[in-house]
């Protein structure tokens, strides 16, 4: 694309910017030296920033968090809410995000210029995005463990380990068959459904006696020991990866697992080497990291596609319960899963935006992104879901006895699924490459979110870029060794509620107020016209989702988690120990604090009566104004009417 004689992506910049400053909207210069501005570094292509934005809205929750929760909640029905939301919050969320960082060149905290009083937004994003760094990189030390487990002549969660069938160990998922009993007083049958086989009492042999006969007990002996069977492959992972401990008490935690430590370190090591020279080295890496996942996800969707039984699993992913539409349950999961897939509000989004060219069509970028994030989700449901349907189909049993939640469709279900394909070792070393490589990606954008912060309130930092980035790599390594431990699962899982989930939720909400309400949206408008030449269109429906849909629906949403707010459990009927609990709350409080902390330390030092202190600090500082280093923001609309294009200076 280009303006006159100049390439928007080329990295020389038009003379006209050489010797401008950054303009604020009052009018006042804040002059910045170039090798400054060059030292915060930009994308080298358009497709660097594409496919990073993409790499980090397509991660690992698309491949097992969406298709499972569309299963629970209603097949179709939750992907009708889920593109509902998308249309009504989340398109709208995201394009105002790119638009926040590409027009201002800030990240996060800077970005709040626009309003002063709302920097507490940008401190708690900055803050969510690590919180989500240090247990995200643990997830992708299980996907490191399994794919060198993978290279083995069998497969490790193929086989029972002696000391695992007392528990009830299964090479395979078996449908629980209940015992068969009979109550001789009352001359009953218990288990009244005899046309289905029962279970016989281990060393019982009345089921044979002429007695017992002539009430037709259709007893089978299993082959396994314990109340019900328990698949190898989640035994595999409670017993062998992360070993989990039943319990959450202090003296349980016991000390780092080496084996998922060593995979640990190499995560982070790998992610340091990648983010070493910020975006500039990170954007060449996801030309791979981007790509490769689909290319194993259509070659996976393929093989799926073609096992018997495939159409039972199809059938049961999106299949609509047309009456689940009417219950909120699903529409705050289809919320979650949208904040949790497109990362709103987690500061990347306006991280990444703030390394563009002033002048890149982001509109456009916002809605294909928006689309790929859809397209992967519902291509990794298929994926899923036609392997488990050829699973259940080869087993003798139903597709939701095969469906895991979470952790379990990745690492439990799926492995399963896999062991049951020809080559199965190389099934499963493809699988777990590809999981690592869409962790990569959003690790990246949470860790350089991090970064980017920390630059932009202290710019002489920037030449310690590469230190900065090792140094915070160990320190997050050494603060995710509690989540490696034998009780490390129940680490994750608080971290992941308290640090990343309703919280987020609080953010997203604050920052549509800040932005759209207090910055204002006909100015905010003006912005992004200014910036693209032309108002985003239709005009009125981003009006609408920006003022009314997002703020509102977004602060319902969080008021409903609040109060059908329950307890986190490690079992049925056993809730966390309260001192895990209480933990759980000061990192909610954590995240969230800096919001309300930073708009009282604003209003209380700022001068003059109290409704003159709040114009004050939420009016645009003298250091807000586009990140195109013209003067012409300053002019009034009026006087900027008709400058678009190359008609306008200071849209080079």
């Not at 703030?354 to 397209?375: E, H, R, T």
Request: glycine letters at 8%.
């Amino acid at each position: 694309m280009t303006i006159g004689n100049y390439d928007l992506w080329d990295r020389k910049r038009p003379p006209v910017q050489e010797t401008q400053g950054v303009v604020s909207a009052n009018g006042s210069r804040d002059t910045l030296e170039m090798d400054e501005q060059e030292d915060r570094g930009q994308w080298g292509s358009k497709w660097e920033f594409i496919l990073s934005c993409v790499g980090l809205s397509v991660g690992l929750g698309n491949v097992w968090r969406f298709p499972y929760l569309a299963y629970e909640n209603g097949g179709a029905a939750f992907v009708i809410a889920y593109l509902i939301l998308q249309f009504l919050i989340g398109k709208p969320m995201y394009f105002m995000e790119l638009v926040m960082g590409q027009f201002s060149g800030k990240g996060p905290t800077s970005v709040w210029n626009m309003n002063p009083s709302a920097k507490g937004i940008g401190i708690s994003m900055m803050l969510i995005s690590l919180v989500v760094a240090i247990y995200y990189n643990v997830i992708m030390a299980y996907t490191l463990f399994y794919f060198f487990s993978s290279m083995q002549a069998t497969l490790p969660w193929t086989e029972c380990q002696p000391e695992w069938y007392s528990l009830g160990c299964v090479e395979q998922t078996t449908k629980n068959i209940p015992y068969c009993s009979y109550n001789m007083t009352e001359n009953e049958l218990l288990y009244t459904n005899q046309s289905q086989p029962c279970r016989c009492f281990e060393n019982s042999t009345f089921h044979q006696s002429s007695y017992f006969s002539q009430f037709d007990f259709n007893c089978t002996n299993t082959t396994w020991k314990g109340d019900k069977p328990v698949a190898v492959a989640q035994l595999f992972f409670e017993k062998d990866v992360i070993e989990k401990t039943e319990t959450l008490a202090a003296d349980k935690m016991g000390p780092p697992l080496w084996r998922l430590a060593l995979c640990l370190l190499l995560s982070w090591i790998i992610v340091v080497c990648c983010l070493i020279k910020g975006v500039k080295s990170s954007g060449k890496v996801v030309y791979f990291t981007a790509t490769f996942p689909y290319v194993i996800l259509l070659i996976l969707l393929v093989r799926g596609a073609t096992l018997d039984g495939a159409i039972d699993g199809v059938i049961y992913f999106i299949v609509p319960e047309w009456s689940k539409l009417l219950d909120l349950k699903v529409w705050v999961a289809a919320a979650g899963q949208m904040f949790f897939s497109l990362s709103v509000s987690f500061g990347g989004i306006i991280m990444f935006g703030s390394y563009n060219k002033f002048k890149n069509n982001v509109y456009g970028d916002a809605m294909l992104i928006a689309v790929m994030d859809v397209v992967t989700s519902l291509i990794a449901g298929f994926v899923i879901f036609t392997t488990f349907g050829g699973m259940a189909k080869n087993i003798g049993v139903e597709v939701q006895d095969v469906a895991k939640s979470g952790y379990g469709l990745a690492f439990v279900a799926y492995p399963e699924a896999l062991s049951q394909l020809p080559v199965s070792q190389l099934w499963a070393v493809l699988f777990f490459f590809m999981l690592f490589t869409l962790g990569l990606d959003s690790e990246f954008a949470l860790l350089e979110t991090f970064l980017t912060c920390i630059q932009d309130e202290f710019p002489s930092t920037r030449k310690y870029k590469s230190y900065m980035c090792v140094g915070m790599g160990i320190i997050c390594f050494f603060l995710a060794l509690p989540c490696v431990t034998p009780a490390g699962d129940y680490v994750v899982t608080i971290m992941d509620h308290f640090g990343a989930d309703f919280s987020v939720l609080f953010v997203a909400a604050c920052e549509c107020v800040a932005v759209m309400w207090v910055y204002g949206a006909p100015r905010f408008m003006r912005d992004v016209e200014y910036m693209l030449g032309y108002p985003p269109r239709p005009k009125y429906y981003w009006l609408f989702c920006w003022v009314v849909c997002a703020p509102i629906l977004i602060s319902l949403l969080f008021v409903y988690r609040m109060v059908q707010y329950t307890p986190l459990k490690i079992s049925d009927g056993v809730e966390y120990p309260e001192y895990a609990q209480t933990i759980g709350w000061i990192l909610t409080c954590f995240v969230m604090c800096p919001i309300p902390i930073f708009f009282i330390y604003k209003f209380i030092t700022a001068e003059g009566p109290p409704l003159e202190r709040l114009r004050t600090i939420t009016r645009p500082n003298d250091s807000w104004g586009p990140n195109d280093g013209s003067d012409k923001y300053a002019l009034s609309p009026p006087q900027r009417e008709g400058k678009y294009g190359i008609d306008n200076p200071g849209h080079m």
